[in-house]
């Protein structure tokens, strides 16, 4: 049978901006980052790499140059879709009972939408099947962050100062820390030789207190997805990395074919409802992060 769709309904800018707000708090890259809106045709962030200092010249004496790299990145929006069944008694609800399960699903999406981010961002993978997207190619932390510092669940913070030394060293910024869940444990569990204080009990039973020294963290199993390597990444995420949302998101109502591959949807007296949204990020400077994964 033929995939027949109703036609999309576009989501309001005012819901677009309380799904992102809703994303913000599941995400850790748009925790810990900028966002801006991105056009579907994509936008290039200009990135000046200054490394002289700056001059002090008298009246009437010749100004010097400074040296500087001029490099673009591109970020481009990537298509996420996430789609649920319900019984196609949904169709013949009234609008105040359709409400709730509508609501319920803009939530849910808002957060496969933001596991989906992080996940794609982070290592570069199809977050539904785990393996390497075409569409994200190399801009992701996993493939671009050669900074890597071996994981030592031992000593975590030593493994954040080591991190954050290879990027100060080279004159970066710190700004935030993206933790896995399995980091944040280790934190917590870490105690004094003498007395068996608890060092960081902000970090206990799976807690996630938003900042280790100073410095804007979040814990999420999104940093370790998989089969990842990473269990924390460090460095200057407010002003090195970029992502925004394109406007138009669309939600349809699917009441005929088999969209998901789980059989017919007349034969099952089911609906799909569907959600789409594009999002785009960039590393602008690879070099003001740092991971710490196993295995060095």
């Keep these: 049978m033929a995939l027949i769709t109703t036609s999309g309904t576009v989501y309001k800018p005012e819901l677009v901006k309380d799904l992102f707000n809703k994303v913000r708090g599941h995400s850790t890259l748009a925790k810990l980052s900028a966002s801006?809106?991105?056009?579907?045709?994509?936008?290039d962030v200009m990135t000046f790499s200054m490394d002289g200092e700056a001059s002090i010249v008298g009246e009437g004496q010749k100004k010097p140059a400074g040296d500087a790299d001029v490099k673009p990145t591109t970020i481009?929006?990537?298509?996420?879709?996430?789609?649920?069944?319900?019984?196609?008694?949904?169709?013949?609800?009234?609008?105040?009972?359709?409400?709730?399960?509508?609501?319920?699903?803009?939530?849910g999406f808002a957060k496969k939408i933001a596991r989906g981010f992080d996940i794609a961002a982070f290592h570069g993978v199809n977050p539904s099947t785990n393996e390497d997207s075409e569409i994200v190619g190399n801009n992701c932390f996993d493939k671009l962050v050669t900074n890597v510092i071996t994981y030592d669940s031992a000593a975590p913070d030593d493994n954040i100062d080591a991190a954050a030394s290879v990027i100060l060293t080279s004159d970066g910024v710190i700004s935030g820390i993206a933790?896995?869940?399995?980091?944040?444990?280790?934190?917590?569990?870490?105690?004094?030789?003498?007395?068996h204080v608890t060092i960081y009990p902000e970090f206990r039973f799976g807690a996630n207190p938003g900042s280790f020294g100073g410095i804007n963290t979040d814990v999420n199993g999104t940093v370790s997805f998989g089969n990842s390597p990473d269990r924390a990444i460090v460095g200057d995420f407010a002003d090195a990395f970029r992502w925004?949302?394109?406007?138009?998101?669309?939600?349809?109502?699917?009441?005929?074919?088999?969209?998901?591959?789980?059989?017919?949807?007349?034969?099952?007296?089911?609906?799909?409802?569907?959600?789409?949204?594009?999002?785009?990020?960039?590393?602008?400077d690879k070099d003001s992060f740092a991971r710490i994964a196993t295995g060095g």
């Design 179 to 195: 933790m896995s869940s399995e980091f944040g444990a280790a934190l917590g569990a870490m105690k004094t030789a003498d007395s």
């Design 244 to 284: 925004g949302y394109a406007q138009n998101m669309t939600f349809e109502i699917i009441p005929y074919g088999d969209p998901d591959g789980q059989g017919d949807l007349k034969q099952h007296n089911q609906i799909v409802l569907r959600g789409e949204c594009y999002v785009g990020w960039g590393i602008l």
């Design 76 to 107: 481009k929006p990537v298509k996420f879709i996430y789609q649920h069944r319900v019984t196609d008694e949904f169709l013949k609800m009234s609008a105040e009972k359709q409400l709730p399960i509508l609501n319920s699903f803009n939530s």
């Design 36 to 43: 801006e809106p991105v056009p579907f045709s994509g936008i």
